[in-house]
């Protein structure tokens, strides 16, 4: 080969690369520190096979962080990123602000009849799909098998919160480090708040009557709040003003906890030898009631979506519908085992055979369905929503409630006090913002 041939040769070989390097499009995902997420973060060759020409850059963040910077990044049109992880209180109300690019137009194959109604309905505005699943949750009891045994008791399918409290206290043994409940009591609308607010449900409370005048005031919420902190200083683990659900997840899997009331997207993780203690001793029930026809539990799920405005929509739509696809979900239980597929999301995950053989699924679908976001609680309220009330103004004053009931829990204030000071917060807030006239 001649030296012009050679450079010839040369400059279409840089040319070519130099025209892959420019066809890159790079995309930054928010998304919050769960394990699922993490999960996802080391299945992303299959991604790369089929779009080789998308890099994808990764902000993984703790819970209320990862809130609070993609609030602020779409409310500000900061456009920081390109797919962002949002629940299901943010999704209905940032699709209505015209925040969120609609997933209508995702491909066929992706199949979104097949996503559970529940799941669907609540990211759905006006018609428009706007966020895609990657997991949806309820809440249940998660239990130590051997300790309930030892304590001479059996967990109903369906247990009441008297009976939660009995086996808390005979399933605790402080000396050996044994709490017989962990629960939720980090601040934060989405930590202790989303917890409370489901087991106030079941109380017969509520935060807004029909005027929408705050109900921390009425004799429910004492209930609630009285009993939360009875079980958690008496039988929960030291210092559970901290614990939200990394920590108390660490805690389960470490053999110190009786009983614990949280997601059921924990389940995996809980009965994961590699990761957890107890691996082969945990039951499963639906969440706690208290005769009145609401259960404790909640409804959610963790989506992707996509910021309007976003330069790089078609990219971030090709990532959003691979990481929520069936397909997804194959890969994952071909890898990790069917125990560990994001629950929650699809019909189809619930009547394969094989999954419907890992011992959390029927109950987690139970508790999902269980679970009505239009009818939260007891009492007719103006507003939907089960562990969250879906207005704006919730994010911040779940947030300062939240942080009353912690201090509440950390021995620093009183329930009487906690619930007055949340009265009176939200009483103001909502006058202010035109909701009491």
């Known amino acids: 080969m001649n030296m012009t041939c050679r450079a010839l040769l040369g400059a279409t070989v840089s040319l070519t ?34 779009h080789p020409d998308i890099k994808v850059d990764w902000v993984t963040l703790e819970e209320n962080v990862l809130r609070q910077k993609v609030t602020t990044d779409i409310a500000t049109k900061g456009g920081q990123f390109d797919v962002m992880t949002i629940g299901t209180y943010e999704a209905p109300i940032w699709g209505k602000q015209g925040w969120l690019v609609n997933l209508n137009d995702l491909p066929a194959e992706y199949d979104v009849d097949d996503l559970l109604p529940a799941i669907r309905g609540g ?33 109903p399918e369906a247990p009441s919160w008297a009976f939660i409290k009995e086996a808390a206290e005979k ?9 017989g409940i962990c629960l939720r009591g980090k601040a934060g609308w989405g930590e202790n708040m989303a917890f409370l607010t489901a087991m106030s449900n079941s109380f017969g409370a509520k935060w807004f009557d029909m005027d929408w005048k705050p109900q921390f005031d009425q ?31 660490a805690l389960f899997q470490q053999g110190k906890c009786g009983m614990w009331i949280d997601a059921t997207v924990a389940a995996s993780f809980v009965t994961n030898a590699k990761e957890s203690t107890v691996a082969d001793k945990v039951g499963f029930a639906l969440a706690p009631d208290n005769g009145l026809g609401k259960r404790g539990n909640w409804l959610w799920a963790w989506n992707l979506a996509i910021p309007a405005g976003t330069q790089k929509e078609d990219a971030a739509k090709a990532f959003v519908a691979w990481a929520t696809s069936k397909e997804y979900l194959a890969e994952v239980a071909a890898k990790e085992g069917w125990a560990n597929v994001p629950p929650g999301t699809r019909s189809s995950l619930y009547a394969n055979p094989e999954y419907q053989k890992v011992p959390f699924a029927k109950m987690t679908l139970e508790s999902i369905n269980a679970a009505d976001p239009t009818h939260p609680t007891v009492d007719e309220v103006p507003y939907v929503g089960v562990q969250f009330v879906a207005i704006p103004e ?16 950390a021995g620093s204030s009183t329930a009487d006090a906690a619930l007055a000071q949340a009265q009176a917060i939200t009483t103001q807030e909502m006058t202010r913002a035109g909701y009491i006239k």
């Open 17 to 50: 690369l130099a025209g892959a390097a420019m066809a890159e499009t790079t995309i930054t995902v928010a998304t919050v520190n769960n394990g699922d997420m993490i999960r996802m973060q080391s299945l992303m060759d299959g991604f790369y096979a089929k």
């Open 123 to 155: 990211l759905t505005v006006d018609g428009n799909l706007i966020a895609a699943p990657f997991y949806g949750e309820s809440s249940m009891v998660m239990y130590r098998t051997d300790l309930m045994e030892k304590a001479g008791l059996t967990m």
């Open 171 to 179: 399933m605790t043994d402080k000396s050996a480090e044994v709490y």
């Open 219 to 249: 004799q429910p919420w004492k209930d609630t709040l009285n009993f939360y902190l009875d079980l958690m200083t008496n039988y929960g683990p030291p210092g559970a003003s901290n614990n939200g659900f990394n920590e108390n997840l």
């Open 394 to 409: 919730f994010q911040g004053l779940g947030t300062m409630v939240g942080q009353l009931f912690s201090a509440a829990l």
